[in-house]
């Protein structure tokens, strides 16, 4: 016996089959805790800008008429001329561990990364979540940046949710 289906479920069964995975989220390598944009796309470092805050230490808030898409992540620049600084060299202005609290990362975990509580090492950028993880850190800080260097390559590809 055949079963009768209708001509939209057939066309709808055969758009899913040929379509194109959607490109997964950034969500499990990126911290984009902070929202979205209008496209859909995942917001890196809170909006505020990432060239700034790894040469200065300092918050820029980054302006949504100056968004560069980087490996699936939306940026916010302040400026032209940082937007220009970032695509000549992305990696040297992202913070590390995509992001999320290099002291949780040690331990880890991914927490939300606050610009608001960033330190610069060795030309890298490392954000925390809040201040009194920012002052542990401070306490032990080459231990706790060899131990999250250590743990990230296992929980890189690991979603929140399942850490």
């Not at 008429?65 to 400026?79: E, L, P, R, W």
Request: with cysteine; hydrophobic share 45%; charged share 20%.
């Amino acid at each position: 016996m055949t079963k009768n289906l209708r001509p939209n479920s057939i066309l709808v069964a055969v758009l899913l089959a040929v379509a194109p995975a959607a490109p997964a989220l950034a969500d499990d390598e990126y911290n984009v805790s902070k929202g979205y944009t209008l496209d859909g796309v995942g917001l890196g470092v809170h909006g505020v800008d990432p060239v700034v805050l790894s040469t200065a230490n300092a918050v820029a808030e980054g302006d949504a008429a100056h968004t560069v898409v980087h490996d699936g992540v939306a940026y916010y620049f302040a400026s032209a001329i940082t937007v220009e600084r970032f695509q000549a060299d992305p990696d040297r202005c992202l913070p590390q561990y995509g992001g999320f609290c290099a002291y949780a990362v040690a331990l880890g975990r991914k927490l939300d990364g606050d610009p608001h509580f960033a330190d610069i090492v060795d030309g890298k950028l490392y954000l925390f979540v809040n201040a009194a993880v920012f002052e542990k850190y401070l306490a032990d800080r080459d231990n706790i940046l060899r131990t999250a260097e250590e743990k990230w390559s296992s929980i890189k590809h690991v979603s929140v949710e399942d850490l």
